[in-house]
C-alpha cells in the first residue's frame, strides 16, 4: 500500500498481486496497483452482471474523513492495514468463485494496468 499526495489530493493505493494456474486466466502472474474505489467499482460490476453473492467490502470510514480530527484520519496507518486486510479478503473470495473467475471485469481489475470503465461487460471463453 502507498499513500499519494498529488497536489492538494491524497489517496492510498494498494497492490493486488495475483498468481495462478487457472486456464481461465491468459497471464499467469500480475501485479497492479488499485485504489479503494477501484475495489467498489469491481464490487458494483459483479453485482449487476453476475450472479453470484458478492462479499461486502470493509466500510468507506466516512467519520474518518471528517476535519480537525486529532488522528490522520483515512491515512492513519493501523486504519489503512485494517482496510488493507478487509480488501484482501474481498478480493481472495471473489478470485476463488468459479463463477466469478469467468467474468470480464475480474480479468481486467486482476491483470489490466488500467480499468477500462467503458468496457464491454461478458464473460471470458476459456480456449
Known amino acids: 500500500m502507498t499513500t499519494i499526495a498529488a497536489g492538494k489530493k491524497r489517496y492510498t493505493d494498494y497492490e493486488v498481486r495475483m498468481r495462478t494456474n487457472l486456464p481461465v486466466f491468459k497471464v499467469k502472474e500480475s501485479s497492479v496497483r488499485r485504489r479503494y474505489s477501484d475495489f467498489e467499482w469491481l464490487r458494483n460490476e459483479l453485482e449487476r452482471d453476475s450472479k453470484i453473492v458478492v462479499p461486502p467490502l ?26 488493507r486486510k478487509g480488501l ?34 461478458g464473460k471470458i471463453r476459456n480456449t
Open 58 to 83: 470493509p466500510g468507506k470510514a466516512w467519520k474518518r474523513q471528517m476535519p480537525f480530527r486529532g488522528d490522520d484520519g483515512i491515512f492513519d496507518e493501523n486504519f489503512i492495514e485494517e482496510r
Open 88 to 121: 484482501e479478503q474481498f478480493i481472495n473470495k471473489i478470485a476463488g468463485h468459479p463463477l466469478a473467475q469467468n467474468e470480464r471485469c475480474l480479468h481486467m481489475f486482476l491483470q489490466e494496468a488500467a480499468i477500462d470503465k467503458n468496457y464491454v461487460p
